[in-house]
Structure formats: C-alpha cells, structure tokens
C-alpha cells in the first residue's frame, strides 16, 4: 500500500514537472517564471521519499523530458531534477537552511558546468562565445545607427567592446552566480510550498541574524590586493582575480545589508527602508561601496555584537 502510494506520488509530481517544463519551453512568456519551479516536484518527493525513490523518479523524467520535449527538455530537467534531489535530502534530514543551500547550490553549479561542457564537446557550441557574439552584434548595430544620424560613435561603445571580450574570461563567476542564485530562490518558493503542504522544514534565519565566516574578510583583502596587482594581464592568476573579486565584493555587501537590517530591527524602522536600500544598492555603486565597507567592519569588528551592547 505504501509503495503504492509512492509511485502514485511520483506519477503525479512527474506529471507536473512535464506540464512546467513544456509552458516553460513553448511559452515564452512562462519562462522566466516557471523556470524557479521546475526544482519543486524533485525537493517535495525526494523530501518524503528519500534519495533513492527521488533519483528514480529523477531518471524517469529524464527520459519523459526527452520524449515530450526533444532534446531542449533535456538541460532544464537534468540541472533541476539533481538539484531538487540533492535539496530534498537534505530537508528530509532536517539539516539547516544554509546547510541544504550549500548542497543544492553546489549542485546546480556542478550541473552547469556539466551541460557546458556537454556544449562545447558535443555540439561544439561555447554557449559564452555565442552571447558574445550576440552582444557585438547588438554593439553593431547601436554604432551603424548612431553614425546613420550624424553623429560619431562615443568612447563608451569602446569600453562596451572590452567589457565584451573580457566577459569571455568571467564564465566561471557567472556560473557560480547563476547556481547560487538558482539554488537561493528555489528554495525560498520550497519554504513557501512546505509550510502549505504543513511538511517540515528547517526555516531560514531573518536576514539580520546572516552571518558569513571571519575568514572570508581576508580572502577578500588578499584577492582585493592582487586585482589591483594584475591590472589587465591576460594570465591565469589575473582570470582567477577577476572571478573571485566581484564575488567576495557582492558577500562583503550581503554582510553589510545584514547590518542595516540589523539596525532598522533594533531600531523599530519599517522593514521598508532596509529593503529599498537594497534593491537601489545593487544599482547605485555608492550604496553598493558603503554596505561592503560596513560588511568589512562587521566581520572585522563584529559591528552588530557592538551595536547590540550599545542599545542595551
């Protein structure tokens, strides 16, 4: 009877997965959506289940996925169908949040870095090559019409071409950014979906409580030494400082947030204003410098321990 119900589970949660996957494919307009979904069916079964019913079930829709959706099913049902596994494992074990987005994270990234190179090997297509090209092309046609009204292309078209060839060295950030990310919002939609379903789940902690290891603020000041060191040398130490330094420089500005959020808690401040400091910090680079500088502080100094005596 148990079994039964398990494959009923899984026929059903597969069956979801599939209609996800194929309005994501064929309508453009869901994509960007649903694509944050299609790891739910995965954590929600493998969450009940386990691992190996969950991987099961992951290999099914593998070959459903190819069979309804040719091969462009196949990347999206591989990439969410591990990560979704591996999360809800980890849930199933009642590890912390950040343990489980530690695990999925990795996954997704590994998962990317699989699929590229399935890419190039396979279909020798180097998918960054392509939105290179892409981008130039876009470059194009912005300089022939801005000659077509009289006027002389800017030095900016220029800094836009070097930013183009540069991205070409920062793949592995954007893959390391693409899986963190992937991973952080799937899992917020699955603390949502459980606390529906009354399943446990182990809950974030509030932003304000987040905090990063120590040992992160001298990674930072060794890479942020040699990124100025390197300059613009085209040597494998200089690609590794270009990948890690805008990645300990986006942490550094988490911490500092968790700070603001911090004060504004202690403070009674509406969550309001923490939150548009936020979303304009990731726009504006002054407000983006100060939150690194109170991240440095914090981890350094352990600034909110230091507030929290303060307002005792």
Not at 237 to 252: H, K, Q, R, Y
Request: charged fraction near 15%; include cysteine.
């Amino acid at each position: 009877m148990q079994d039964t119900k398990r494959l009923t589970e899984g026929a059903i949660l597969s069956g979801i997965f599939i209609v996800l996957l194929l309005l994501s494919l064929y309508v453009p307009l869901f994509i960007s959506i649903l694509l944050w979904f299609l790891p739910l069916p995965f954590i929600i079964y493998t969450a009940r289940h386990g691992w190996k019913p969950g991987t099961v079930m992951f290999v099914a829709v593998l070959v459903l996925s190819v069979l309804v959706g040719g091969i462009l099913g196949l990347p999206n049902a591989f990439l969410s169908g591990a990560g979704g596994v591996v999360a809800g494992e980890l849930i199933r074990r009642k590890k912390e949040a950040f343990i489980v987005l530690a695990g999925s994270a990795v996954t997704y990234i590994v998962g990317i870095v699989l699929l590229y190179a399935a890419s190039v090997l396979i279909l020798s297509t180097d998918p960054m090559i392509v939105m290179q090209d892409a981008m130039r092309q876009s470059l194009e046609q912005a300089e022939r019409m801005i000659v077509s009204i009289g006027q002389e292309p800017s030095e900016d078209l220029a800094m836009f071409e070097e930013m183009i060839h540069q991205m070409g060295h920062l793949a592995p950030l954007f893959i390391v950014f693409s899986g963190a990310i992937y991973a952080l919002v799937a899992q917020g939609i699955a603390h949502v979906i459980f606390r529906r379903l009354k399943m446990d789940i182990v809950p974030f902690p509030p932003f304000r409580e987040w905090n990063l290891p120590r040992s992160l603020l001298w990674y930072y000041l060794i890479v942020t030494i040699l990124f100025f060191i390197v300059g613009n040398e085209q040597t494998t130490l200089a690609i590794i400082v270009w990948n890690l330094f805008p990645l300990l420089e986006t942490l550094m500005a988490i911490q500092g947030f968790t700070v603001v959020f911090y004060y504004c808690y202690v403070k009674s401040i509406s969550k309001a204003l923490p939150i548009i400091l936020v979303i304009v910090g990731f726009l504006l680079p002054i407000i983006h410098l100060l939150a690194r500088l109170l991240g440095i502080i914090d981890l350094g100094f352990h600034l909110k321990k230091r507030l929290e005596s303060d307002l005792k």
